[in-house]
């Protein structure tokens, strides 16, 4: 008894010529040269076929469009605990920018001269960011992030562009290597230590050069003195001295407790430091004295009756607001006076307000200057 595929509707023995009966595949069956033979429309179909033959199950069509593509993460970088190195993006964006050409730079440096057009400074800055990059590099140590030196020297850069003279025949970028080192150098000297080391230009040259010339005299069986040193860095002997001294020690925080034998000790070094000001009853005995001395002045002063001697005493004894004392020639023309007599009259006057003194504070002979 021939049976009909439940797929097709074909004769099952079609499907089953070279091979063993079978169920039918889930996917569509591959084209074929000659068409399946097509059933008979009065060959009716057996009812017994559906609890002989298990019912095969319809697959279910997959579209290709819904299926969503497999996502790949990317490695992360072995040298930073992020995901993706700053460095590298930014490096990618540098590369964005191309290269000017020795007239397109020439150009655009006269016309950022000239109006001051800001796209023009950008296209001359943008096209010398690998040079900020070359230079930062020589100066990358361990301490520094290397971004952190490249922000600086990019802050140099714009520097040089904006000081840069196109008529002096010179390249931006040679102009420029010397103000983006000049930021590079201050960013490390401001960072290298809490303290700031140079502050001047020999302790700058110090920094950068005194552990070079030292192992390079070393290399060739000198001494490193001092005074060898500071004759070869063109330097004083002092600095020498002290920046090695600076660059030896770490930094010590003076409000950390120092330990003894004894254990833990709640004494600081900033306890230890020696105080050379002056005691703080000192201090305020001198400020009551200065204050007592001024309302003994201003008080001798409202006792003087004659215009001369008011003069000589507000202009030349005691002058306000920290103003220069008149001379004696310029009170003497002031008077019609020669420059003698009112030497007179000032030492006549010198004279009473030191006995006023004397009998209005009876110590003041132990204020004088010790002989």
């Excluded at 306000?320 to 020639?329: K, V």
């Amino acid at each position: 008894m021939r049976r009909p595929c439940l797929a097709c509707k074909a004769d099952f023995s079609y499907h089953n010529r070279r091979e063993p009966q079978s169920f039918p595949s889930l996917s569509p069956p591959e084209p074929e040269l000659t068409p399946p033979r097509k059933p008979r429309a009065s060959q009716p179909a057996p009812v017994e076929a559906a609890a002989v033959d298990p019912e095969p199950i319809d697959p279910q069509p997959v579209d290709p469009e819904v299926v969503e593509p497999e996502v790949v993460e990317p490695e992360p970088s072995r040298t930073s605990l992020a995901r993706s190195d700053p460095l590298r993006a930014y490096m990618a964006e540098v590369s964005r920018h191309p290269l000017l050409t020795r007239e397109e730079e020439l150009d655009l440096a006269q016309r950022y001269a000239r109006t001051g057009d800001r796209d023009a400074a950008w296209k001359l800055v943008t096209a010398n960011l690998r040079l900020v990059v070359k230079i930062a590099r020589e100066y990358h140590r361990g301490v520094f992030q290397l971004l952190d030196l490249i922000q600086e020297g990019n802050v140099g850069l714009m520097q040089a562009v904006k000081k840069f003279d196109p008529l002096k025949g010179v390249k931006l970028s040679t102009y420029a290597a010397w103000w983006i080192r000049a930021y590079i150098i201050r960013f490390i000297m401001d960072n290298w230590r809490q303290e700031k080391l140079g502050t001047t230009q020999a302790q700058r040259r110090l920094f950068f050069n005194l552990s070079k010339e030292r192992e390079r005299l070393l290399a060739r069986g000198i001494e490193p003195t001092p005074r060898l040193l500071a004759k070869n860095l063109r330097v004083d002997e002092s600095d020498v001295m002290e920046m090695s001294a600076r660059m030896a020690g770490d930094d010590l925080s003076l409000d950390q407790p120092l330990r003894g034998d004894e254990g833990d000790s709640s004494t600081t070094r900033l306890d230890r430091l020696e105080d050379h000001a002056a005691p703080a009853d000192e201090t305020l005995g001198a400020d009551q004295m200065r204050r007592l001395f001024r309302e003994k002045l201003e008080a001798f002063g409202k006792t003087l009756t004659d215009e001369r001697e008011k003069a000589i005493f507000a202009d030349r004894l005691l002058p306000s607001g920290g103003a220069s004392p008149a001379t004696l020639s310029d009170l003497g023309a002031r008077f019609g006076l020669t420059r003698e007599r009112a030497r007179q009259i000032e030492a006549r006057l010198t004279s009473r307000l030191r006995e006023y003194m004397q009998a209005e504070i009876p110590d003041f002979h132990l204020l004088g200057p010790e002989p």
